[in-house]
């Protein structure tokens, strides 16, 4: 005999086991546990998700960015609304040297500042978010910014003195709350800039930003607004690379910042405050609860009613190893089939929600559907299988051989 | 041990076992202790087939069970194939089982998840048997007690007596020094099991086999019958 050669042989055979029940006269049991590990992995799918889709939607998101630069330590997943934290310098020289790397498609740089606006002949004030952009011929963060003047004039190579061009793009609900249209004027409140309305964004739907009081307008004009021309801050810029270098050597050139890449697991910053981060822990243990108790509960009652055939498998001479092997075998392997029933439902769940949110509220997708999701719903279930054997075995090692044999 | 059992397959001296034995002194005295076996003795040479006969609760299965290894003696000595059964721990019981017991039950207890290969291959599936030799050993003893057309057959597409060949070949699988069969004919009707028992004795030329029936044609098959009463052997 090969020492271990026998718990590997059982493994086989425990697999063989579930199948055939599965395919034989009495599926029911089997089949409760593995459609509740798939109701369990599905919701932790669409939870997680969900969860993603809000922590990505912090970001100025949009197909083409790759990698977010941002401060060091700054919540990438809420780095709009965290205005008061920490901010990347020298933004525009940044950006100049990312764009010189020929790995570094595009480099924009973004900030954002909830700014008190003011629409005189309408008499209507409002804070709305001002997002700064180097205006390109091309959408920078999902908006078309060709309207904007692209030679980009008050810049004037860091003097901050060129012309001033007044320009903005504000989303529907700005434009709404601040009572403007199309070439209406706009100044600052506490302050003697002006800006002149371009256009009213009602294609924003990528982002939402037509429910959303958000403008945009030239990033050294909102510089000049908020007091950021001194070090040249911006909160983040919008890397699109081929390369997967790319975010290790930004954050070895640049001291202080850190680079967040597209992946979705990577938004979910392991803070207990976040919301997403909170969603996704949530349903990871409810779903772990939800699992372990379908699986042990229907394995246990599978293994009390079918007490001969342990009792029949340690006569014949299966050691504990073996039994535990075995046994652990059939768990694992109903929490995997229930995984992937479930990891399929899960993404029809996201397919659904995000259709169901784009054809009732019209806002963009809200939950992320990537392959890392398959793979972290298939590893809960494995992780629902070995908790859940713990019950299935204690059945297994009470089972009286000679009892059970005599009945 | 007396010297003319020196080459027996099975000993058993003074085998007793008594249920209920033990009680607290402290809670009580609870059941009456039952004596299901008392001082028996039996000697099984290898390839002989004896068998057990008596009414029942006679102590049929507890003798059997106690040569198997499923259960020990709370008095005597009980050897199979050289190793003293009597004092084995649960886990060197399970081992001794593997390696020198194949075991048959009147309700065959096959798994019905698995094909009859499967079942058969049960045994070599725990001593460590690779595969190919695992299935080449199943499908050989299949042939053997005449069920080549029902390898992959699942125990409930199998007649009973079917199954209770199936049972055998399982037995058979790890090629044991001694078979203990408990009522093998039990669940089957008088000519299925006057053929199960055919392939049961056929060829088993050195193994011993020790089989409890209360069956008049199913003892016949025995080259010599023990016969218990209440416990006792009598002659």
């Given at each position: 005999?090969i ?64 990698y ?27 950006t100049?040297?990312?764009r ?21 002949a ?6 709305v ?8 011929n091309?959408?920078?963060a ?29 989303s ?40 959303v ?84 509960t ?6 009390t ?52 949110a ?48 005599t009945? | ?11 058993c ?11 607290s ?25 004896v ?32 190793v ?31 094909s ?22 199943a ?55 006057n ?41």
């Open positions: 005999m020492p271990g050669q026998s718990l590997l042989a059982a493994i086989p055979v425990g697999v063989r086991r579930v199948l055939g029940r599965l395919t034989g006269p009495q599926p029911g049991r089997t089949l409760i546990a593995i459609v509740g590990v798939s109701a369990a992995i599905g919701v932790l799918v669409v939870v997680t998700g969900l969860a993603l889709g809000l922590a990505g939607t912090g970001t100025v998101d949009a197909d083409e960015t790759d977010w630069v941002v401060p060091e330590g700054a919540d990438v997943g809420t780095t709009p609304f965290a205005y008061e934290g920490a901010r990347l310098s020298g933004v525009h020289s940044m100049e040297e990312l010189d790397d020929e790995r570094i498609e595009n480099a924009h740089p973004v900030a954002f500042e909830p700014v008190n606006l003011y629409n005189e309408e008499d209507e004030s409002a804070f978010l001002v997002m700064g952009v180097v205006p390109q091309h959408v920078i999902g908006i078309d910014t060709s309207t904007l003047d692209t030679s980009y004039p008050y810049y004037n190579d860091g003097g901050y003195n060129g012309t001033w061009t007044g320009e903005l793009l504000a529907s609900a700005a434009a709404e709350l601040l009572a403007t249209d199309a070439s209406s004027t706009v100044s600052v409140v506490d302050g003697d800039s002006e800006f002149e309305v371009q256009e009213v964004l009602t294609d924003g739907h990528e982002l939402g930003f037509e429910d009081p958000v403008v945009v307008t030239h990033l050294a004009e909102l510089q000049s607004v908020a007091g950021l021309t001194e070090s040249d801050q911006a909160d983040q810029i919008l890397v699109s690379a081929s390369s997967s270098d790319v975010p290790s050597d930004i954050e070895a050139t640049y001291d202080g910042v850190s680079v967040s890449s597209e992946s979705g697991f990577d938004d979910l910053a392991a803070d207990p405050t976040s919301l997403p981060f909170a969603l996704a822990v949530g349903a990871a243990l409810t779903s772990l609860g939800l699992g372990v108790a379908f699986v042990a229907m394995m246990g009652l599978e293994l009613a079918t007490r001969t055939q342990t009792a029949l498998l340690q006569a014949i001479g299966f050691t504990r190893g073996s039994m535990t092997a075995l046994v652990l075998t059939e768990t694992v392997t109903i929490a995997i089939l229930g995984g992937l029933l479930g990891v399929a439902l899960g993404f029809l769940g996201i397919i659904g929600i995000n259709a169901g784009a054809s009732v509220f019209e806002l963009p997708a809200i939950a992320t559907m990537e392959s890392l999701l398959a793979v972290y719903g298939l590893g809960a279930a494995v992780l629902v299988g070995l908790i859940a054997v713990c019950y299935p075995l204690y059945i297994t090692f009470r089972t009286d051989t000679l009892e059970e044999l009945r | 041990m007396s010297p003319e059992y020196t080459d027996a397959a099975v000993v001296a003074d085998v007793s076992r008594v249920y209920n034995q033990r009680q002194r402290f809670l009580g005295t609870g059941a009456d202790p039952v004596t299901a076996l008392s001082d028996v003795s039996l000697s099984v040479s290898p390839g002989e087939v068998g057990i006969a008596g009414p029942s609760g006679s102590g049929k299965s507890t003798l059997l069970h106690l040569i198997a290894g499923l259960d020990s003696p709370t008095d005597g000595k009980i050897t199979v194939d050289g003293d059964v009597s004092n084995l721990s649960g886990r060197q019981r399970t081992k001794f089982r593997l390696e020198h017991v194949g075991l048959i039950f009147q309700r065959f207890y096959l798994l019905p998840s698995l009859a290969r499967g079942n058969v291959a049960l045994p070599l599936v725990e001593q460590g048997v690779r595969k190919r030799k695992r299935r080449d050993r499908e050989e003893l299949l042939e053997q007690v005449g069920l080549g057309d029902r390898m992959t057959h699942r125990p409930g597409k199998l007649s009973g007596g079917e199954q209770q060949r199936v049972a055998i070949a399982r037995a058979l699988a790890a090629d044991p020094a001694l078979i203990i069969a408990d009522e093998p004919t039990g669940e089957l009707d008088t000519e299925t099991g053929r199960v028992l055919e392939v049961l004795v056929q060829d088993h030329s050195e193994r011993a086999i020790v089989l409890a029936s209360h069956d008049e044609e199913t003892l016949a098959k025995a080259d010599r019958v023990v016969q218990l009463v209440d416990g006792k052997r009598v002659e």
